[in-house]
């Protein structure tokens, strides 16, 4: 007669899977019903001083003379995420280069923008040998891939934002990087705009294979100012205000694959209404006064500081002055959300309180 088996127990059951380098789903189940109700925000609001971020950047150009083939970049590590970035997938820092420098020239497949804070248009990034002069509030693109130095034969400091997908990348494990070849500096093109100019105007050769991303762009200050200006009376976004995002105008698509730039202005007086989506957010004050509520913290900003809105956290922005406009320069993950179908948006006193999946429109489901 064949014994009465005695049923193991789970516990030892799970002690042997793990022997054999498996699990069963009842032990990480957890981790879904934590999700009920959706994500926690990943990292924490935090805002950063200009004051701060201006004289540390100083000490740098003493305690770090050269950058080589490094970059004199003081980078925003988010509080809640250690040794990650300033969000869950991107990493920005304010970059100086002194009078006279140049910052070697490197790709990577990182993608990087850069937001000018200090530039006299004398000095210049160049991005696969386009030259790109630097003056204030430019934005100059390094898609990923390409390749980019700085230059700065001015004899004044010269001082941009600097934004990347980098824990994007680093998460995903395809980080590639390479020095450029046998040289400090790239092989530069004559002038400005002589590789864009024939690349991206409203004609183009017919002989080189059509290409639409990885252009070097630069959106020029005095091009973007006025067409916020224009805008400046309509009522924008009830959550964001009169709100443009850099378009890249080969695709009509965002700023870069990974990472999408916008430039907003909040009137005087202007308090958005509060809402929350699956993106995260840095920012950079270009001008004015306000505080940016996120989840329970009140951050205060004033002229040139940065700070950052982590994804699925509540938040709106006031604009403290009743007679000065305020801008905001911000960049964001959005086209990776969209990307994949995850972008989400909530607004405030919804009835989606709980993050259920919105009911799609008839014409959504059947495509
Ligand atoms: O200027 O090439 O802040 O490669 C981080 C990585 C700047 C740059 C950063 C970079 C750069
Ligand atoms: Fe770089």
């Known amino acids: 007669m064949a014994k009465p088996k005695t049923r193991k127990s789970l516990q030892v059951f799970d002690e042997e899977l793990r022997q054999f380098h498996m699990q069963g789903q009842w032990g990480v189940e957890e981790l879904l019903v ?92 160049a991005v696969d040998g386009e030259i790109c002069p630097m003056e204030n509030n430019d934005l100059i693109l390094t898609p990923q891939w390409t390749w980019h130095d700085h230059h700065n034969p001015t004899d004044k400091g010269t001082l941009w934002l600097d934004a990347l997908d980098v824990p994007l990348i680093i998460g995903l494990n395809v980080p590639f990087y390479e020095p450029y070849p046998g040289n400090q500096v790239q092989v530069l093109r004559e002038k400005p705009g002589d590789y864009l100019q024939r690349r991206t105007a409203a004609a183009r050769p017919t002989w080189e294979a059509a290409k639409k991303e990885s252009f070097p762009l630069c959106y020029r200050w005095k091009d973007i100012e006025p067409q916020l200006r224009a805008l400046a009376e309509r009522p924008g976004s009830p959550y964001d205000g009169v709100s443009l995002e850099y378009v890249n105008p080969m695709t009509g698509g965002p700023t870069l694959p990974t990472l999408s730039c916008w430039i907003q202005l909040l009137k005087p007086g202007e308090r958005t209404r509060r809402h929350r989506h699956t993106s995260s957010a840095m920012y950079f004050v270009v001008r004015g006064q306000g505080a940016t509520t996120v989840e329970e913290t009140s951050l205060e900003w004033g002229e040139r500081d940065s700070f950052v809105i982590p994804n699925w956290a509540w938040h709106e922005h006031k604009n403290r002055s009743k007679i000065e406009e305020a801008i905001l320069f911000s960049i964001n993950d959005i086209p990776v959300m969209n990307a994949f179908g995850l972008y989400r948006e909530e607004p405030e006193n919804s009835l989606h309180t709980t993050n259920a999946p919105q009911v799609p429109a008839p014409s959504q489901v059947n495509g």
């Open 34 to 125: 934590r999700s009920i109700g959706g994500p926690r925000p990943k990292g924490k609001p935090f805002l950063w001083k200009w004051e701060t971020v201006y004289s540390k950047l100083l000490e740098a150009c003493e305690v770090l003379p050269e950058s080589f083939t490094a970059r004199r970049s003081l980078l925003f590590a988010n509080p809640g995420l250690p040794g990650h970035g300033s969000t869950h997938t991107l990493l920005m820092g304010i970059q100086m280069i002194k009078p006279g420098e140049v910052a070697w020239a490197h790709r990577h497949t990182m993608a990087a923008i850069r937001f000018v804070i200090q530039g006299d248009g004398k000095a210049y990034t």
